[in-house]
Structures are given as C-alpha cells and as structure tokens.
C-alpha cells in the first residue's frame, strides 16, 4: 500500500504559466516533506522541504504548501521555465525520528513548453 | 565540493553472479542511505547506516542483499546470486546528521543502474 501518492503521472504547462504538482500521504506519523526533482540519468536532487509546524515554504519560484487535515502538499512552481521539465518526486519521513529513510511516490513528469 | 558519487555507472550481470555497488558520500555527512528505483516507481529505501552501523536495514528485500560502512564513509552494496527481478537503479544518499531528532534533506549519487541477463 502506497503511503505517499502522486496521482497525476505527468503534466503539461506552457512556459510563464504555473505549475502545481500533487502529492498525498497516509501514514500521519510523517511530519516532514521534501520535493525532489529528477533529470533522466541522474540522481533525484533536493528542491524544497517543508516540516508539518508549517503550512507554506516558499524558496524563488517554488512554494511548498501542507495541509495535515488533509494529508496532503503541493509544489507550486511560478513561472514555469522550460529547464524544469523533469520528473518530480514528493518525499516524506518522521522528524522526531531523526535521520529516517525517505518514503516517496512514483513520481510526476513535468513538461514546460515554450 | 563533490557531491555523492556512485560506481560503477552501468553494471551487466548475468544471473546467479555476485555483483558489488560502491558508494563515496560527501565528505563528513554521517548518515548513508541506500535506495532502489525500478522503472515507473519512485526510490524505495533498502538500508541506513548512521557511522559503520546499520541503523536500519528493514528495506533489503532478502538475505541476498547486504551492505557494509566499515570506516563510516565508503559503503558498499553488496548481491549475490543476482536475478533479473534485481534489475533497477541503485542510489545511495547521504546527510548529516543534526541535532535534537531534526530531519536534514538527503543528497543523492547519480545512481548505478544494474541489469541482470
């Protein structure tokens, strides 16, 4: 059983556009978040975390929001640049457990077209 | 500085062979996580050592797998009698370790993608 899903496998923006990128959880036990962002042949590289004191995390063009009522974050990400077509993956562990592995979903290709 | 580095990249095994994965995390992040990512799924975690010790190994899906940390840096994953259910990119990540049970972001190797014929 998934603990973390990313219901939407891919998505299309046009460049300057915004993107939102989906993510819900289970296990109400994870109280800390991450986005990463995969680029084919590489390693997933860490984009934006957010922890669950907070609702909204914002770093440049992308906003991390949480809603715990309904085990659910979003990755905004404004404007949308072509560069960040990649394959985005929503990430979650416990905090209070110190360093834990990361849980992820399967992922969301992005596409920016210009 | 250099970021988490994998090798080999690329490895081709046939089945039954026994194969080892090498890990080189950035440089004083104590925490090394490996993960496994088969193709349409996200990573899935497989073990992690805090220092040399494996503080969780709860993700090796059987005895087959094994992994060591034996001066708290270099890791390697080790498999043997591989299968072609084995087949998948392995990444190793790596973090500090914070204090007061706070969680830092994991940085993650490029990968090495295993087959098995």
């Known amino acids: 059983d998934q603990q973390v899903k990313q219901n939407s496998p891919s998505l299309s923006v046009q460049e300057g556009r915004i993107s939102i990128l989906n993510c819900d959880y289970t296990?109400?036990?994870?109280?800390?978040f991450l986005w990463y962002k995969k680029y084919p042949a590489e390693g997933p590289t860490f984009l934006i975390s957010?922890?669950?004191?907070?609702d909204k995390n914002e770093d440049g063009r992308f906003t991390v929001f949480l809603n715990k009522s309904a085990k659910h974050l979003s990755l905004h990400i404004v404007p949308s640049q072509p560069g960040d077509s990649a394959v985005y993956f929503c990430a979650a562990s416990g905090i209070n457990s110190g360093n834990t592995p990361l849980v992820f979903g399967k992922g969301t290709r992005l596409s920016v077209i210009a | 500085g250099a970021g988490v580095s994998q090798t080999p990249s690329n490895k081709v095994t046939e089945k039954g062979k026994y194969v080892e994965l090498r890990c080189d995390p950035i440089s004083g992040h104590t925490a090394l996580y490996w993960y496994r990512q088969s193709l349409g799924q996200g990573p899935e975690f497989l073990i992690y050592f805090q220092g040399t010790g494996a503080a969780d190994d709860s993700g090796l899906p059987n005895d087959r797998f094994f992994a060591v940390r034996p001066e708290g840096s270099v890791s390697t994953l080790k498999i043997q009698r591989t299968e072609r259910g084995d087949s998948a990119v392995y990444l190793c990540?790596?973090?500090?370790?914070?204090?007061?049970?706070?969680?830092?972001?994991?940085?993650f190797g490029p990968g090495t993608r295993l087959t098995v014929t």
């Open positions: 296990n109400s036990m994870f109280d800390y």
């Open positions: 990540a790596s973090s500090l370790t914070p204090p007061g049970g706070l969680a830092y972001e994991q940085y």
């Open positions: 957010i922890s669950s004191i907070k």
